[in-house]
């Protein structure tokens, strides 16, 4: 872990990262001590926070379970946890256990990887707000408290996907 993060500080060029998060709680290939692993590069993480190399420890993909497990070793809570989360995967679970425990949800994928752009719902909610159905969606985020993460190349879209502090939705159209 310490020198795949010297290898990623020196290929960014870089004194320090605002996050770094493990990525997978359980490799293929790590299927048999995956507790064991995790616990280590989390030491590592720490190791890494305390000198002043990482702002913030998060991981993606766990789930309470797979943090259970990590927190029976760590000093340092994670701060942070990248699952997939959109208006049609609420994963209420990892969701109440993250809020909870004060971990900040990431929301990656909350375009649903393109597919909700094919959803009467959505469709009907983006006229009535008229506002974009990626707008909707990181809207969404915003106000069930997660921190949208939309992916684009584009740069009008990235835009828009931060375009959306002049709306809010209804608690209906939230939920």
Same mark, same amino acid.
């Given at each position: 872990t310490l020198r795949a993060f010297d290898q990623s500080l020196a290929r960014l060029g870089l004194?320090?990262? &605002?996050?770094? @998060?493990?990525? +997978?709680?359980?490799?293929?290939?790590?299927r048999h001590?995956?507790?064991?692993?995790?616990?280590?590069?989390?030491?590592?993480?720490?190791e890494l926070y305390e000198a002043g190399k990482i702002r913030a420890l998060g991981l993606s993909n766990f789930m309470p379970h797979h943090i259970e497990a990590l927190l029976k070793t760590a000093k340092i809570k994670p701060m942070l946890n990248q699952i997939k989360l959109h208006p049609g995967l609420l994963q209420a679970q990892a969701v109440e256990y993250?809020?909870?425990? &004060?971990?900040? @949800?990431?929301? +990656?994928?909350?375009?649903a990887s393109g597919k909700i752009f094919e959803n009467e719902q959505m469709k009907a909610l983006s006229a009535k707000y008229?506002?974009?159905?990626?707008?909707i969606c990181v809207r969404w985020?915003?106000?069930?408290?997660?921190?949208p993460l939309?992916?684009?190349?584009?740069?009008a879209r990235i835009e828009e996907n931060a375009d959306v502090f002049d709306f809010t939705l209804s608690p209906e159209d939230v939920a």
């Open positions: 004194d320090y990262l &605002d996050l770094y @998060l493990i990525h +997978w709680p359980v490799p293929f290939e790590m001590c995956w507790e064991e692993k995790n616990a280590q590069s989390w030491r590592a993480f720490e993250c809020k909870k425990h &004060d971990i900040l @949800l990431e929301a +990656w994928s909350p375009l008229n506002k974009s159905i990626a707008q985020c915003l106000e069930k408290g997660f921190l939309p992916k684009s190349v584009t740069a």
